[in-house]
């Protein structure tokens, strides 16, 4: 059993040591590329216009404490002659809206500067094609003006212009893929992994309980967090959400909170502690971390301050750091295959969430893509690895079972026919003897009828 869940952990850790070495990768300039890092930026706050020099990246809440605004940035950059090919400009991430602009003249439009608390396309990296005309020898300047809303992360990443081509295919196709498509990838990942842990828990029924503990919980909440999960991965999509910044706002981080929780109650179950009278208490903590969530994002973005959702993430960070810390030690205890996958898969999710609370919510660094949704695959690798070994033992179980009922059958068939053997020869027996019965009576009436005549006659 340790050396299958050994090598099972040693998956886990080999896929996100790929993973984390994968990402830097993308991120690598292209060669005949300009990164431009440096130039000036006029920020307006609270009606209050500044200018500054600026170095690259700029992250609009840790710069402005999450108020509200709007953001020139200029970036020039020069060039020996004019370019012969197409060139493009590769932006990771700027937002929440945005203008990108070069040598005066507009080239791609993102959401409207004058609306806020609407689109968001700091969720996706942009590519913008140059017309070749607007390129000039000497000095260019690239100017690209944001809308940033509050607890939002906006702001501006560093910008790379050069020909379309290394542009295009070495920068953004890989950012795109690892941030877009693998956002989508990850959702239907969730999905299916949900939609089979509902079907279990809807179609696994004990049938000699009662209510809801016909039903095995531990399929329940692997739906609910995969569910849950599968929403949250999928904001990262949705540049126009169907709702304003703040309801969304509050939503997306409730499907957070409600992935974190149902996770735990996942591996509340899987350790056996709901069996522990002791142990329930913590059903408690865990169902406050939603609603705890819902308020901390609300005051967070109903006041414009950042900081009530940080303190709040960092408590739940150390919960959740107690929660996993307990069930390893209890699957260290107690291991098996399945329990180690979870304790493993928690583990890495927990290092990748601290990590994500230190680099996003801490930290001035922009354009940083969260690593904890790289991480839900392992919980649902986790899942489906004990699903899978749940049924290898529940038709090992069955197959013994048919085996025994035949052979119980078969014992049975057995003791019917000598039964029947029996009875039948009981029914030969019965048949002689009412058969001489019958003889007997006929010769018992024939001699009495030829008594009685041989008296009459002897008597006449």
């Not at 379309?164 to 990850?186: C, H, M, N």
């Not at 291991?335 to 180690?340: D, H, K, S, T, Y």
């Not at 058969?435 to 001699?447: A, K, N, P, T």
């Amino acid at each position: 059993m340790f050396g299958r869940a050994g090598r099972a952990l040693a998956a886990l850790w080999l896929a996100a040591t790929l993973l984390l070495a994968a990402q830097p990768a993308a991120a690598a300039a292209a060669e005949g590329t300009i990164e431009l890092r440096r130039g000036t930026v006029w920020t307006t706050v609270d009606g209050a216009t500044h200018k500054a020099p600026v170095e690259l990246s700029y992250h609009w809440d840790r710069q402005h404490g999450g108020r509200p605004g709007y953001a020139t940035f200029e970036l020039p950059f020069t060039l020996d002659a004019e370019p012969e090919v197409p060139w493009g400009i590769f932006v990771p991430r700027a937002g929440s809206v945005l203008e990108v602009w070069l040598n005066d003249a507009l080239l791609q439009v993102y959401g409207d500067l004058a609306s806020g608390n609407g689109p968001d396309y700091a969720k996706a990296p942009l590519y913008v094609p140059v017309p070749g005309h607007l390129l000039k020898p000497g000095e260019n300047r690239l100017q690209v003006r944001i809308r940033a809303d509050s607890a939002r992360r906006g702001g501006l990443s560093r910008v790379t212009i050069g020909p379309a081509t290394p542009v295009r295919t070495d920068l953004f196709e890989s950012a795109y893929a690892w941030r877009f498509t693998g956002s989508v990838l990850l959702t239907a990942f969730s999905l299916i992994v949900g939609s089979i842990a509902l079907a279990l828990w809807l179609t696994q029924v004990d049938a000699a309980a009662t209510g809801w503990r016909r039903r095995d919980s531990l399929y329940f909440w692997a739906a609910l967090a995969e569910f849950c999960w599968a929403i949250r991965v999928a904001d990262g999509v949705i540049a126009e959400p169907p709702l304003p910044w703040g309801a969304w706002g509050v939503l997306m981080a409730t499907c957070y909170a409600g992935w974190a929780t149902s996770a735990m109650m996942f591996c509340y179950h899987l350790a056996g502690w709901h069996r522990r009278p002791r142990m329930r208490w913590l059903r408690w903590p865990m169902a406050g971390v939603v609603p705890g969530t819902v308020v901390a994002t609300a005051l967070a973005l109903h006041r414009e301050e950042p900081y009530w959702l940080t303190g709040w993430l960092a408590l739940e960070i150390g919960f959740v750091a107690l929660f996993v810390g307990a069930f390893a030690v209890a699957t260290i205890r107690r291991p098996n295959v399945g329990r180690l996958l979870v304790a493993a898969a928690a583990l890495v999710t927990l290092g990748f969430g601290t990590r994500d609370w230190l680099v996003i919510r801490l930290s001035d660094a922009y354009g940083e893509t969260t690593w904890v949704r790289y991480s839900s695959v392992f919980f649902g690798i986790a899942l489906l690895l004990i699903v899978l070994r749940r049924f290898h033992a529940a038709s090992v179980q069955a197959r013994g079972s048919v085996a025994a009922l035949a052979e119980r059958v078969a014992q049975r068939e057995r003791e019917l026919a000598s039964t029947f053997a029996a009875l039948e020869q009981v029914a030969r027996d019965q048949a002689r003897t009412h058969e001489r019965e019958r003889i007997l009576r006929d010769m018992h009436d024939g001699v009495g009828s030829h008594i009685s005549s041989a008296i009459r006659q002897l008597q006449s």
